[in-house]
T-cell receptor, first 112, second 112 residues
Framework: SQQGEEDPQALSIQEGENATMNCSYK?????LQWYRQNSGRGLVHLIL?????REKHSGRLRVTLDTSKKSSSLLITASRAADTASYFC????????????FGGGTRVLVKP | KAGVTQTPRYLIKTRGQQVTLSCSPI?????VSWYQQTPGQGLQFLFE???????NKGNFPGRFSGRQFSNSRSEMNVSTLELGDSALYLC???????????FGPGTRLLVL
């Protein structure tokens, strides 16, 4: 079963606009990660935020984490057509190792 | 460094057959995880291997199995294929102590 839900399921924006997507999860986590997937290909790691962090930036990406609400958000600023992809949050929790529990994903379409 | 490679990239099988998928991690990575991605269930964790030992396991039936070799390459096997096993199978590797996973392009399996 999936750890969380992502909202919205799909998003359509114009180039240059910002895109925001949210993720909720169910159990306590060690960290939360965001991945991008282009057209059914492999996933690309974007950013990782640990449970004791509240906000993290990487280039045009900004991630926030609210452990009290068990939620995270990913903001992509000044979007480009190349940002068109599906975005997934993934929770790492529990025992040692690299088991990720993914959300359902947000499909983002950036129109030129 | 070469990325994670998966072979074959595409596979067509019929119900009842078995299949073996292969994953070669990035050099130096010792953890290999496998995920199944379907439109209905999304991305689901299958299992993780580290130093030839299964370290984590998801909620899949025993028809799904895996192994890891001394060079960290991993294989997963699905026996007695069912139509519902049609999916994109992704493997991911990570460096010891790192929580970031690097995904391969996936093997798309179609069961007829």
């Amino acid at each position: 079963s999936q750890q969380g839900e992502e909202d919205p399921q799909a998003l359509s924006i114009q180039e240059g606009e910002n895109a925001t997507m949210n993720c909720s999860y169910k159990t306590s986590i060690n960290n939360l990660q965001w991945y991008r997937q282009n057209s059914g290909r492999g996933l690309v790691h974007l950013i990782l935020i640990r449970s004791n962090e509240r906000e993290k930036h990487s280039g045009r990406l900004r991630v926030t984490l609210d452990t009290s609400k068990k939620s995270s958000s990913l903001l992509i600023t000044a979007s480009r057509a190349a940002d068109t992809a599906s975005y997934f949050c993934a929770a790492s929790s529990g025992a040692a190792g690299n088991k990720l529990t993914f959300g359902g994903g947000t499909r983002v379409l950036v129109k030129p | 460094k070469a990325g994670v490679t998966q072979t074959p990239r595409y596979l067509i099988k019929t119900r009842g057959q078995q299949v073996t998928l292969s994953c070669s991690p990035i050099s130096g990575h010792r953890s290999v995880s496998w995920y199944q991605q379907t439109p209905g269930q999304g991305l689901q964790f299958l299992f993780e291997y580290f130093s030839e030992t299964q370290r984590n396991k998801g909620n899949f039936p025993g028809r799904f199995s895996g192994r890891q070799f001394s060079n960290s390459r991993s294989e997963m096997n699905v026996s007695t294929l069912e139509l519902g096993d049609s999916a994109l199978y992704l493997c991911a590797s990570s460096f010891p102590g790192s929580e970031t996973q690097y995904f391969g392009p996936g093997t798309r399996l179609l069961v007829l």
